[in-house]
Nanobody, 113 residues
């Protein structure tokens, strides 16, 4: 079964950190670019970050650059998003997505005091 399963979301105070994970199964994870996309309450989808198949090229939205780090472990078929210096405007449902069009179900991140 082809799927992506996100985890690691939760409630954190402003300035805090979270690490999201995305476990892939049913396809050759190492072949595909992977992305994180988020959707804040009442808003549209926002691309957050992307990583190439080998993990040596990364790309970030300006809104998260310098605070978030995307990485992957192809041996473990897992994608990560390390989120530091979190802000209330980072509150959203975070999805991982593979470049062939597979999306996970999302993990909720809430940043609030």
């Amino acid at each position: 079964q082809v799927q992506l399963v996100e985890s690691g979301g939760g409630l954190v105070q402003p300035g805090g950190s979270l690490r999201l994970s995305c476990a892939a199964s049913g396809f050759t994870f190492s072949r595909y670019y992977m992305s994180w996309v988020r959707q804040a309450p009442g808003k549209g989808l926002e691309w957050v970050s992307e990583i190439n198949s080998g993990g040596d090229s990364t790309y970030y939205a300006d809104s998260v650059k310098g605070r978030f780090t995307i990485s992957r472990d192809n041996a473990k078929n897992t994608l990560y998003l390390q989120m530091n210096s979190l802000k209330p405007e980072d509150t959203a449902l975070y999805y991982c997505a593979a470049s062939q069009g597979i999306w996970g179900q999302g993990t909720q991140v809430a940043v609030s005091s």
